[in-house]
């Protein structure tokens, strides 16, 4: 799988929008992009996923410029509850849909503020 | 319907004992992977079991063994437990189905303390 460089952490305050950048420079043609969220003491939850340009969902969206080779995930108005590990991830559909190996790196810490 | 469930939520071991940890993966799904998660790192991934055999491993000693039942719930299994075993485990599952387009789930965890 890619290779995935995203910050170690990030602060924010409630009611602001923040953006999660990855650098992804080895990704493959068959690759996706997926973002994952994780609480302390739970298992990641799947948050988006998507190939190239712009994926929305009711939680987060995500962009992903021509070239593949970064990705932004943009969470709009951030709450307390969304102070979370976020972890970019790199790999062909399979991986993901069939259980195959995920990848994680460290992550990066969002803290939410008052 | 009830998602990936695993037990114990915690566990306490000494040096050299074993453990065995238990997963139920989400209904409809026949395929489990088991996670370890050391404390502010990513989960790294152990194994994975479909039709009862393991059929990817990842970096671990052989101490590290599983189980998949026919109901397809698993088993991790770790023997000659050291420190550094200490860790929260991670179980997720996932339907093995071409043209699947559904993700991997994981459960809570079981948090695993080795003094």
């Known amino acids: 799988l890619a290779k995935t460089t995203q910050p170690i952490s990030m602060d924010s305050y409630e009611g602001q929008e923040v953006n999660i950048t990855c650098s992804h420079n080895n990704i493959a043609t068959n690759d996706y992009i997926t973002w994952y969220q994780q609480f302390p003491s739970q298992g990641p939850r799947f948050i988006i996923q998507g190939y190239k340009t712009k994926v929305t969902n009711e939680v987060a969206s995500l962009f992903i410029p021509a070239d593949r080779k970064s990705s932004t995930l943009s969470l709009p108005r951030v709450s307390l509850s969304d102070t979370a590990v976020y972890y970019c991830l790199v790999g062909d559909l399979y991986i993901y849909n069939q259980g195959g190996k995920l990848i994680f790196g460290q992550g990066t810490e969002l803290s939410v503020k008052p | 319907d009830a998602g990936v469930t695993q037990s114990p939520t915690h566990l306490i071991k000494t040096r050299g004992q074993q453990v065995t940890l238990r997963c139920s993966p989400k209904?409809?799904?026949?395929?489990v992977s088991w996670y370890q998660q050391a404390l502010g790192q990513g989960p790294q991934f152990i194994f994975q079991y479909y039709e009862e055999e393991e059929r990817q491993r990842g970096n671990f000693p052989d101490r590290f063994s599983g189980h998949q039942f026919p109901n397809y719930s698993s088993e991790l299994n770790v023997n000659a437990l050291l420190l550094g075993d200490s860790a929260l485990y991670l179980c997720?599952?996932?339907?093995?189905?071409?043209?699947?387009?559904?993700?991997?789930?994981f459960g809570p965890g079981t948090r695993l303390t080795v003094l």
């Open positions: 997720a599952s996932s339907e093995r189905l071409a043209g699947n387009t559904d993700t991997q789930y």
């Open positions: 209904s409809g799904h026949d395929t």
